[in-house]
C-alpha cells in the first residue's frame, strides 16, 4: 500500500498525489496492517496517522525511534505536524518489541494529554494503538478512550470554559 509520509514544508501548500491511496482508518483493525508494516522492529517507534473528517487517511509521521522499551515524542510536534497537513482527527500508534501490548503507566498519561491538547486544537485523538508482532491493544476498541475522555471532560471544561 502506498501512502504518503508527511513531511513538513513552510513555502507551498501540502498537496497529496493522485496515485497515493487515501484509505479509510475506521477502526483499529483497519490500522494495524499499515501500522506493523512501518512500526515492527527491534526498537520502540512512534507513528501519527493524520485523518481527514471522513478518517481518510492524509498522511502519516515516524516520530522517533527510541530504545528497546522506550521512545520520546512531543504533544507539540505532533499537533504542529496535525495543524500544517490540515487533519481534522489523529490515531496514535508505537510498537512493543516484545509481545506485551498492555499499555503502561506512560502510555495512558501521553494519551491523556493527547486527547487535552487535541480537543484544545479541535483535532481529537481517536485511538491509541499499541502493537506488535502477534497482537495489538486499542484504547478505543477496549473502551479505555471513552473512559479517559470521561476522566478528563472537567479538564476540558475548563480549557474550554
Known amino acids: ?11 507551498k501548500a501540502l498537496r497529496v498525489p493522485s496515485e497515493v ?4 482508518i475506521g477502526c483499529a483493525d483497519d490500522a494495524v496492517p499499515f501500522l506493523r508494516s512501518v512500526l515492527l522492529g527491534p526498537e520502540e517507534k512512534f507513528c501519527v496517522l493524520y485523518l ?11 516520530f522517533q525511534s527510541g530504545a528497546t522499551n ?9 499537533l504542529r505536524r496535525a495543524l500544517l497537513c490540515g487533519a481534522s482527527k489523529m490515531v496514535v500508534s ?11 503507566f506512560q502510555d495512558k498519561n501521553l494519551t491523556k494529554a493527547l486527547i487535552v491538547s ?3 486544537l479541535g483535532i481529537p485523538l481517536v485511538d491509541h494503538i499499541i502493537i506488535s508482532e502477534n497482537k495489538y491493544f486499542s ?23
Not at 491511496?21 to 479509510?24: D, F, G, L, Q, T
Open 52 to 62: 481527514m473528517e471522513d478518517h481518510k487517511l492524509i498522511g502519516y509521521s515516524i
Open 118 to 120: 487535541g480537543s484544545v
Open 21 to 24: 491511496i487515501k484509505p479509510k
Open 1 to 11: 500500500m502506498l501512502v504518503r509520509e508527511i513531511s513538513l514544508s513552510y513555502g
Open 70 to 78: 522506550m521512545v520520546w515524542v512531543s504533544n507539540g510536534g505532533i
Open 94 to 104: 508505537h510498537n512493543h518489541p516484545t509481545d506485551e501490548v498492555d499499555p503502561s
Open 139 to 161: 484504547y478505543a476498541e477496549t473502551g479505555r478512550m471513552r473512559d479517559l475522555v470521561n476522566e478528563l471532560i472537567p479538564v476540558n471544561m475548563a480549557l474550554h470554559g
